[in-house]
């Protein structure tokens, strides 16, 4: 790609998370981002990207890479360290996300990624990420042993809440960081503290006593 390309690109890649981050991932037309580009060629992101979702995708891949190659790297510090245990695993899955707070463009990202979690079927990421993530499903498996007694739909509903919960924390932190609001921990106060919640809730017992409510007593 020529370099001229290339920075076309990635400027468009800056604008659409700008605006998606602040306006929503449907909300801003290509148009916008196109003239937030500076851009002169209307066509500019169907010529980079193809439509909406592929720049979407775009987007979350430029993330995706960097955080798979540090979570790949810590995963092979735990192996060569003989670690496994859950606390140690949900570590690697949490520290290289707790990266993208440190920049604007990575706060837009988990601020992105919290909107695609709430409407997964918008927009169809799997065929454009697959094999981007793979650190990931290293870490499922290792986190597969401390599951491996509950029930297989339990084991696969614990993984989503996991990782759900962990997008959603981050992508708030994100907002607050953006907003300048106050908030009650420090940085690695905060990432302590939500690996400790995941560890926890990983490798909490099973149960299939619910205390429900009671009725209210009829006074009549």
Known sequence: MAPSTLVGRNRLLDAAERLMADRGVHTV???????AAAQRNA???????????GLIAAIVARHMQRVD????????????????GPHDVVETLVLPLMTSLET????????????????????????????LNRSLERAGRLLAHALGDLPSPVRAARRELCTTFLLRALATRARQI????????????FAANLIDVLAAGIIAPSTTRVRRPARAVDAS
């Open 178 to 189: 953006d907003q300048d609001a106050r908030t009650r921990l420090t940085h690695d106060e």
């Open 29 to 35: 037309s290509l148009r916008e981002i196109t003239a």
């Open 69 to 84: 190659t540090d979570r790949n790297a810590l995963l092979d510090r735990l192996e060569a360290e003989g670690r496994n």
């Open 104 to 131: 604007s463009s990575g706060r837009c990202y988990l601020r992105i990624v919290d909107e695609l979690l709430e409407h997964p079927a918008s927009v169809d990421l799997d065929a454009a990420l697959r094999g």
């Open 43 to 53: 066509s500019s992101v169907q010529y980079h990207f193809g439509n909406r979702s």
